[in-house]
């Protein structure tokens, strides 16, 4: 998974997001967001878990804001 940097940087600006309130929206330091919007870091487990809850809580579509490296696979759902 990789975060869409873009699309999260619109969200701050349409919704008047500082970089440090995005931050605390997510649930991640500053310091560690403000290196992952400017290519220096990948996002790890707190920042993904932070984002889908953001979403969940504005009502906006995870998928717009992280990247899957592949499509997930349904095999393993037992259907009845």
């Known amino acids: ?4 940097i873009q699309a ?16 605390e929206k ?3 330091e500053y310091s560690y967001l403000f290196r ?3 290519g220096k870091k990948n996002g790890g487990a707190k920042l993904f878990v932070g984002l889908f809850k953001l979403c969940k809580q ?4 995870v998928e717009d804001y992280i990247f899957l490296n592949e ?3 349904t ?3 037992e259907t009845a």
């Open 71 to 73: 499509s997930l696979s």
């Open 26 to 28: 997510v649930g991640v």
């Open 58 to 61: 504005e009502n906006l579509k």
């Open 8 to 23: 999260i940087e619109k969200l701050a600006e349409v919704r008047g997001w500082s970089t440090p309130v995005l931050a």
């Open 75 to 77: 095999d393993n759902i």
């Open 36 to 38: 992952i919007l400017n």
């Open 1 to 4: 998974m990789r975060v869409n």
